[in-house]
């Protein structure tokens, strides 16, 4: 591997991910929600783990919360749709007040949203 992929790797803090949220996000073919919404959404989700500090391992917290933005999730109604993984918890509806309410409660006090929940598949172990 190059010097500079491993650069990336300790600046993203790869090591340290304990939950990825991906957000169905500034689609190309909007259909679960409108663009404006999803995008509204994503800038919610960003600056509250920032505000929160766990968007990056810190003397408080060793582990990081991660997000990647997602054209589409396939779920293609009742959006923005977010998914946490490695919980595997589907979210739907997720604008900026859904969204603190998955980080006050889902990533914060491991407590899943059930009003918002419509899915949820933890990934299996490998064999």
């Known amino acids: 591997?190059?010097?500079n992929i491993q650069q990336i790797v300790q600046k993203l803090h790869l090591?340290?991910?304990e939950r990825h949220i991906f957000l169905c996000c500034d689609q190309a073919k909007p259909k679960c929600c409108s663009r404006e919404d999803s995008l509204e959404s994503w800038q919610y989700l960003?600056?509250?783990l920032k505000e929160l500090g766990?968007?990056?391992?810190?003397?408080e917290y060793n582990?990081?919360?991660f997000r990647t933005k997602a054209d589409c999730l396939r779920v293609c109604c009742d959006?923005?749709?977010l998914l946490?993984?490695?919980d595997g918890v589907w979210y739907r509806h997720a604008t900026p007040e859904v969204i603190e309410l998955i980080i006050q409660q889902h990533l914060l006090k491991n407590e899943v949203v059930e009003e918002y929940l419509f899915h949820s598949h933890s990934l299996p172990s490998p064999k």
Do not use: L, N
């Open 1 to 3: 591997m190059s010097e």
């Open 15 to 17: 090591d340290k991910i």
């Open 46 to 48: 960003k600056q509250r």
């Open 54 to 59: 766990i968007h990056q391992p810190s003397s």
């Open 63 to 65: 582990t990081c919360v």
């Open 79 to 81: 959006g923005p749709i």
């Open 84 to 86: 946490v993984y490695p």
